[in-house]
């Protein structure tokens, strides 16, 4: 296995806005968003989101917040192909009039874990301030294989991007129901 093998989770294309966008009604800190992601925390109680723009709602919830945000149909595939390092937390929606859409979305917390960015092999630009030398552009996400834990989801140490095995990446594809975009991390460019 290569780090050509793994994958980041892109939010689906909307270029046209036709994509039902959702803000948080009850908003939480951010330290708190990060901590439901990284699947280290459950909410007392669901987070509640209302949509305000778009018309079609996805298998993969668009939010103004870190939070993942998936349909009943991606956990019953997950489930189906034994992927690991998740799990959910229940959620509430609302359409634009403030109605309830439905039960069948859930949060999802990312549990699978490698180590840190290679921040050396991951810079693709730098700067030197005071000198000290500092990335400014990213190429790629970077990482020890030894330090991954073998999850099919799971995060780095030290970022919140999803990252996914090709495994997951086979299983999900085929899929029409599966909204999401899967970037190879060695293209992933941030800055």
Known sequence: MTLDDFFCLEW????????????????????RDLELVRGSLLPDK???????????????I???????????????LMRSYNLTGWHTWPVRLFDIAGKPISDTY???????RAGALDVE?????WSV????????????????LRSWDGSDVFLLQDRNHVLVSRRFVECMKPHPVVSWDFMPILSFGFY
């Open 12 to 31: 689906p294309d909307d270029s046209d806005g036709d994509v039902v966008w959702f803000e948080d009604k009850e908003p939480l800190s951010v330290s």
């Open 129 to 144: 301030r005071s000198g000290k030398k500092s990335p400014v552009n990213y190429r790629g996400l970077h990482f020890d």
């Open 46 to 60: 669901p987070p509640v989101f209302q949509a305000v723009s778009g018309h079609i709602v996805l298998s993969v």
């Open 121 to 125: 092999k991951s810079a693709s630009s």
């Open 106 to 112: 859930f949060g999802l917390g990312v549990t699978g």
């Open 62 to 76: 668009r939010n103004n917040r870190v939070l993942p945000i998936v349909s009943k149909d991606i956990i019953d």
